[in-house]
């Protein structure tokens, strides 16, 4: 009743979940509801050919499931997404999950040649839908994994100890709202309204070599790396690393200038 609430007050459209939502009862709901889904399918999933309709058909009820689908035996392409080459494949399928035919994506993944493949398995209920978009949109869903952590993490979501409804739901909000620009704030470019002109945001090794760190090789910025780095930035600029009390005093006198 609370999906069905809460799908009755969204728009028609496509809505992702994690492969932890995999019930069939779950996407009966959806689907009554004019949505669609798109799913990351279990390891133990199985999947079905839709079968054939025979010359001669006997007394009884039609097959509903026809061949079971190997991953393995299945033509494979290149495709180019975000920059990524995938080895990927698609069809048209049945599964027990989901009472529509939904379209199957296979990924191919291969760490190393003298290991055997991985099968990173996709379905949606939108059959038009290019392969390209729903492993785009899959990926992104992954994005909200990991703000709610960074979140929970490096902007106090985690510690919250209110107990007023209103206080709670501002909690949640300024919790979000900081995080929020924090992302803002390293962006590739930062443009000034006024003079247009671009100010170069630190990269990743710049963050890296400010905190120290030449363990980790992250591809891009974390929220994580982020906070870091701000609060060393600050720790800097207001607040001496020595113990000379002379340039701690004088520092102290730049916050109450700028305060005031």
């Given at each position: 009743?609370?999906?069905?609430?809460?799908?009755?007050?969204?728009?028609?459209?496509?809505?992702?979940?994690?492969?932890?939502?995999?019930?069939?009862?779950?996407f009966?709901?959806?689907?009554?509801?004019?949505?669609?889904?798109?799913?990351?399918?279990?390891?133990?999933?199985?999947?079905?050919?839709?079968?054939?309709?025979?010359?001669?058909?006997?007394?009884?009820?039609?097959?509903?499931?026809?061949?079971?689908?190997?991953?393995?035996?299945?033509?494979y392409?290149?495709?180019?997404?975000?920059?990524?080459?995938?080895?990927?494949?698609?069809k048209?399928?049945?599964?027990?999950?989901?009472?529509?035919?939904?379209?199957?994506v296979?990924?191919?993944?291969?760490?190393?040649k003298?290991?055997p493949?991985?099968?990173?398995?996709l379905?949606?209920?939108?059959?038009?839908?290019?392969?390209?978009?729903?492993?785009?949109?899959?990926?992104?869903?992954?994005?909200?994994?990991?703000?709610?952590?960074?979140?929970?993490?490096?902007?106090?979501?985690?510690?919250?100890?209110?107990?007023?409804r209103?206080?709670?739901?501002?909690h949640?909000?300024?919790?979000?709202?900081a995080a929020?620009?924090?992302?803002?704030?390293?962006?590739?470019t930062?443009?000034?309204a006024?003079s247009?002109?671009?100010?170069?945001?630190?990269?990743?090794?710049?963050?890296?070599?400010?905190?120290?760190?030449?363990?980790?090789?992250?591809k891009?910025?974390?929220?994580?790396l982020?906070?870091?780095?701000?609060?060393?930035c600050?720790?800097?600029?207001?607040?001496?690393?020595?113990n000379?009390?002379?340039?701690?005093?004088?520092?102290?006198?730049?916050?109450?200038?700028?305060?005031?």
């Amino acid at each position: 009743e609370v999906l069905k609430s809460i799908c009755a007050n969204v728009p028609p459209g496509l809505i992702i979940f994690d492969r932890g939502f995999n019930r069939r009862k779950v996407f009966t709901t959806i689907l009554a509801q004019g949505h669609h889904l798109l799913c990351r399918a279990k390891s133990n999933a199985v999947f079905y050919r839709i079968p054939t309709r025979p010359k001669h058909p006997k007394r009884g009820r039609p097959r509903r499931y026809g061949n079971r689908l190997h991953l393995p035996y299945l033509k494979y392409r290149d495709i180019v997404v975000e920059n990524e080459t995938l080895s990927v494949t698609d069809k048209i399928v049945r599964t027990k999950m989901c009472s529509e035919d939904v379209r199957l994506v296979v990924i191919r993944l291969r760490k190393k040649k003298s290991k055997p493949y991985q099968y990173f398995c996709l379905f949606t209920s939108d059959k038009q839908l290019p392969v390209a978009d729903v492993i785009r949109h899959y990926k992104n869903r992954w994005q909200i994994e990991t703000a709610f952590r960074d979140v929970k993490q490096n902007f106090g979501f985690g510690t919250c100890q209110l107990q007023k409804r209103e206080s709670l739901n501002r909690h949640v909000q300024l919790s979000f709202i900081a995080a929020s620009l924090t992302q803002l704030s390293f962006t590739d470019t930062a443009t000034d309204a006024a003079s247009q002109t671009e100010q170069a945001m630190p990269d990743v090794q710049t963050v890296l070599n400010t905190l120290g760190i030449h363990w980790y090789k992250p591809k891009y910025l974390t929220r994580g790396l982020m906070t870091a780095y701000l609060k060393r930035c600050f720790q800097q600029q207001y607040f001496s690393a020595s113990n000379d009390p002379k340039q701690n005093l004088e520092k102290n006198l730049k916050i109450d200038e700028d305060t005031t």
